[in-house]
């Protein structure tokens, strides 16, 4: 059993306990004997990430999250806590949390995260959440950098907040990327996106959560 912090007896005992008890599939009881055992010892990775497990099961999505999250400040590479705590947001549909655990759940699951952050940045785009909106593509251009239509709607923030200097290089990334994928046409849609050849339609792209 991994330790994050102490481990008192007690906890150990309690989280035990839980463990036998758990192939009974009560996910209730489970969660409210985790919460026991962190109760006693709050630092116990596997009462932390039992408690995610048990809290997703029966729609305890914030503490779910606030469980995962807690591994994963901790054990940045804990893919199980990644996956726990993107599925925790993604039910709880707080945006500037789910682009962090999309950024998170990247070296497990890139398609989905990178899908994932780009509706974020979009939708919020649509509705004029620049700050979502920026850190989303920003986060899009981390696991991407060449990803056009990042660049392009970061250079169209930048230049609705009068940030002149980020713009001009933002959109001088853009023409230099027009080169390698030529635009193809523009997409008259709920939003006039800008689609270059052999990039997936925004349409096609959708959030799920993560099995």
């Given at each position: 059993?991994?330790?994050?912090?102490?481990?008192?007896?007690?906890?150990?005992?309690?989280?035990?306990k839980?463990?036998?008890?758990a192939?009974?599939?009560?996910?209730?009881?489970?969660?409210?004997?985790?919460?026991?055992?962190?109760?006693?010892?709050?630092?116990?990775?596997?009462?932390?990430l039992?408690?995610?497990?048990?809290?997703?099961?029966?729609?305890?999505?914030?503490e779910?999250?606030?469980?995962?999250?807690?591994v994963?400040?901790?054990d940045?590479?804990?893919?199980?806590?990644?996956?726990?705590?993107?599925?925790?947001?993604?039910?709880?549909?707080?945006?500037?949390?789910?682009?962090?655990?999309?950024?998170?759940?990247?070296?497990?699951?890139?398609?989905i995260?990178s899908?994932g952050?780009?509706?974020?940045?979009?939708?919020?785009?649509?509705?004029?959440?620049?700050?979502?909106?920026?850190?989303?593509?920003?986060?899009v251009?981390?696991l991407?950098?060449?990803?056009?239509?990042?660049?392009?709607?970061?250079?169209l923030?930048?230049i609705?907040?009068?940030?002149?200097?980020?713009?001009t290089?933002?959109m001088?990334?853009?023409r230099?990327l027009?080169k390698r994928?030529p635009?193809?046409?523009?997409?008259v849609?709920?939003?006039?996106?800008?689609?270059?050849?052999?990039?997936?339609?925004?349409e096609?792209?959708?959030?799920?959560?993560?099995?």
């Amino acid at each position: 059993m991994q330790r994050i912090g102490r481990r008192p007896e007690e906890a150990k005992r309690v989280h035990n306990k839980v463990g036998a008890l758990a192939r009974g599939g009560d996910n209730a009881a489970d969660f409210a004997r985790f919460q026991t055992a962190l109760n006693l010892d709050p630092n116990l990775q596997e009462s932390l990430l039992g408690l995610a497990t048990a809290g997703l099961a029966v729609g305890r999505h914030a503490e779910a999250a606030v469980a995962a999250e807690r591994v994963l400040a901790a054990d940045p590479t804990n893919k199980k806590a990644a996956r726990l705590r993107y599925n925790a947001c993604f039910a709880l549909d707080e945006k500037p949390r789910l682009v962090e655990a999309l950024f998170g759940l990247a070296p497990y699951e890139p398609q989905i995260a990178s899908n994932g952050l780009l509706k974020v940045a979009f939708d919020a785009f649509d509705v004029n959440d620049t700050a979502l909106a920026r850190n989303a593509f920003s986060k899009v251009l981390r696991l991407k950098p060449d990803y056009p239509q990042a660049h392009y709607f970061g250079g169209l923030i930048a230049i609705g907040e009068g940030n002149d200097a980020e713009a001009t290089t933002v959109m001088g990334r853009v023409r230099s990327l027009a080169k390698r994928f030529p635009l193809q046409r523009v997409v008259v849609a709920d939003r006039g996106m800008i689609s270059w050849d052999n990039l997936e339609p925004l349409e096609a792209m959708e959030i799920s959560p993560c099995l």
